[in-house]
């Protein structure tokens, strides 16, 4: 399979794949994936990814013909990867182990030292998916499908985790970078009491470097000095058909 970086002549395509590969893969109402498609790779919306340099949308194609895409985003030195799909009809070939090598080598020569994949909690194939290639389970964060929000879980490649110690009220804690949600303002990175990431502290805030240890009375992550909001997570459940080769987050 031969790997480049997609045009917005591949618009098309790309919406195509992910219909159906939704449609292969979920248990969602076709008019929730057609909203949720024209949210993401929209005419205007996927102009603009490809116009943002933190954006990389990678397009697969055997004999000339695209089958898969990948979308990942760059923030500072960790890369992480939204979606990788695979066309339903080329499931099996192996194809989404490939995109995910030349995806991962993308990020690394744009200077990321960290590989995070993101999937649906509820996804047991897609999960699997991210450990067959090495990675770890670290954390959850959301992910939101036509206006309705789903526990996602985060895997890393641990080779790549940055733990970095902090002290609070005179004891050494660990900030891991790599267990981080999207804020409103930033990101909140996990903290921890121990190196070994067993016991967790609470929260630390990359938008304004403040800890945040509780939530509100609506149950939202909110930092207290700069007012980056983490919303609440709602999900319900999904029956998941994936087989590894489409694995889902934003």
Not at 80 to 90: E, K, N, P, S
Not at 131 to 139: A, D
Not at 151 to 164: K, T
Not at 166 to 181: F, K, L, P, T
Request: net charge negative; glycine share 10%.
């Amino acid at each position: 399979m031969d790997v480049r970086e997609a045009t917005a002549a591949d618009g098309p395509t790309v919406r195509s794949i992910a219909v159906r590969s939704m449609e292969a893969s979920y248990s969602l109402s076709p008019s929730t994936i057609e909203n949720a498609i024209r949210q993401w790779y929209g005419v205007d919306r996927f102009a603009e990814k490809l116009d943002d340099d933190d954006v990389l949308v990678l397009v697969g194609e055997t004999d000339g013909d695209p089958v898969a895409f990948s979308e990942s985003v760059i923030a500072d030195d960790r890369g992480d990867i939204h979606w990788l799909h695979v066309a339903a009809m080329h499931r099996g070939e192996g194809l989404g182990q490939e995109l995910y090598e030349a995806t991962r080598d993308r990020l690394e020569d744009a200077g990321v030292e960290t590989i995070r994949g993101l999937v649906l909690a509820d996804n047991s194939e897609g999960n699997r998916f991210w450990e067959n290639q090495g990675l770890t389970k670290v954390g959850e964060g959301s992910v939101e499908i036509d206006g309705t929000a789903f526990v996602e879980n985060i895997y890393v490649d641990r080779e790549g985790v940055d733990v970095q110690p902090i002290v609070i009220d005179g004891s050494e804690h660990y900030i891991d970078r790599s267990d981080a949600q999207r804020g409103s303002d930033g990101e909140f990175y996990t903290v921890y009491t121990d190196e070994a990431r067993e016991n967790k502290y609470g929260y630390y805030c990359g938008s304004c470097e403040n800890l945040v240890t509780s939530m509100d009375a609506m149950g939202r992550l909110e930092c207290g000095e700069c007012g980056n909001t983490l919303p609440r997570r709602v999900s319900r459940p999904l029956v998941r058909r994936l087989d590894g080769s489409a694995v889902s987050s934003p």
